[in-house]
């Protein structure tokens, strides 16, 4: 199992998508996070996430941004704390796990649905003989005083793609326009994604649209991706689609990873 982890670490892949010339300009900036990192992104950025390079369904995601004497932050959908520097901010995020590696990451000022913020779930899915197919997407909403997507984690809950984008105020062409433009990506990632040292036959794609309407990515799960997100929405279509290629692929297909 360790071995699957560190084969997903964050800053490995992050390093192997930003090498794609086409995928690269959706990966929000990123680096190791260190006091003069963590310093650099808050002066160029003002707002920012850390993040464990090995810890994943929102469990160890902290944001960041400054006040006039030091830092404030939220952890997953904790309280705001205080850090009088950049140190005393590392050494408080490393009582999270004293060994991870973590990250520092811009974050996006991405769209919200009154006053949520929110990202996309892109599903891809091979089929019985192998081969790529989008399987259904779904918007993750921040639960109340929530800094991660995580449904079950951040108190969240979820709609149809269509039905946040319309509700934060993009314009049905710019809705449409949107929709298509992130099944474009997720293919050119899941495309690119054969070439990363790791099996996978599904994969959950976290995408979020900022305010201007561009999309970001925000992780790649390479691996055991949750079918129910899909089974929360009213309409069972995605859903079902999902559960109809996880059957087609097991049915004709042995290897899992």
């Not at 949520?116 to 259904?136: E, K, L, S």
Request: charged share 25%; net charge positive; proline share 4%.
């Amino acid at each position: 199992m360790q071995r699957i982890v560190d084969r997903l670490a964050k800053w490995k892949m992050h390093r192997f998508y930003s090498k794609h010339p086409k995928i690269s300009q959706y990966l929000p900036s990123t680096a190791k996070l260190t006091k003069d990192s963590l310093e650099n992104y808050i002066r160029l950025y003002r707002t920012v996430y850390v993040k464990a390079n090995t810890i994943h369904t929102g469990r160890a995601i902290v944001k960041v941004w400054p006040t006039h004497n030091g830092y404030h932050f939220v952890r997953v959908r904790g309280k705001v704390q205080h850090a009088d520097s950049a140190s005393h901010l590392i050494n408080k995020v490393r009582e999270i796990d004293a060994k991870d590696l973590f990250l520092v990451q811009e974050a996006i000022d991405v769209a919200e649905m009154n006053g949520h913020p929110y990202d996309i779930r892109v599903m891809m899915m091979r089929d019985g003989a192998r081969n790529w197919q989008f399987a259904g997407m779904v918007a993750k909403v921040n639960g109340s005083g929530s800094v991660v997507s995580n449904v079950r984690r951040g108190g969240g809950f979820v709609l149809p793609v269509a039905t946040a984008l319309a509700k934060s105020g993009f314009a049905p062409v710019e809705v449409r326009r949107i929709r298509n433009e992130l099944i474009t990506l997720s293919k050119q990632i899941i495309k690119y994604s054969e070439k990363y040292p790791f099996f996978s036959y599904q994969c959950g794609i976290d995408l979020a649209v900022d305010k201007a309407g561009k999309p970001w990515i925000i992780e790649v799960n390479l691996h055991n991706p949750s079918h129910g997100l899909f089974k929360q929405l009213k309409d069972q279509t995605y859903y079902k689609r999902v559960r109809k290629l996880y059957r087609d692929y097991r049915q004709h297909n042995s290897r899992l990873i």
